[in-house]
């Protein structure tokens, strides 16, 4: 059975750091992608990057791209997101999500690509 579950979330200052975690069980991040999403209050849920199981290739969405950092440690199963110069506006509840595709070419920031979900973490940037 596949579990993911991420961890690291907190109270952070506009201008800040932090560091989230998802830990995955029940299968292997070398074959599958992993999505990290953002639910803000109000918002949709929306795609905040993404690394594939294939070649470790990464994606993010625009507003993040230069300030977030995706990475994973096989070792440990363990995907993480680095945010740097963090802003109000990143606020929400950090999810992670594996793809439902074996080796898909490149990851996608589309949710219905991902079938396994984390229950979120949540970031609130504010002074």
């Known amino acids: 059975q596949v579990q993911l579950v991420e961890s690291g979330g907190g109270l952070v200052q506009p201008g800040g750091s932090l560091r989230i975690s998802c830990v995955v069980s029940g299968n292997t991040l070398a074959f599958y992608a992993i999505g990290w999403f953002r639910q803000s209050p109000g918002k949709e849920r929306e795609g905040v990057s993404c690394i594939s199981g294939r070649d470790g290739s990464t994606d993010y969405e625009d507003s993040v791209r230069g300030r977030f950092t995706i990475s994973r440690d096989h070792a440990k199963n363990t995907v993480y997101l680095q945010k740097n110069s963090l802003r109000p506006e990143d606020t929400g509840v950090y999810s992670c999500?594996?793809?439902?595709?074996?080796?898909?070419?490149?990851?996608?920031?589309?949710?219905?690509?991902?079938?396994?979900w984390g229950q979120g973490t949540q970031v609130t940037v504010s002074s």
């Open positions: 999500a594996l793809d439902r595709i074996y080796l898909r070419t490149r990851c996608e920031l589309v949710r219905r690509y991902y079938n396994h």
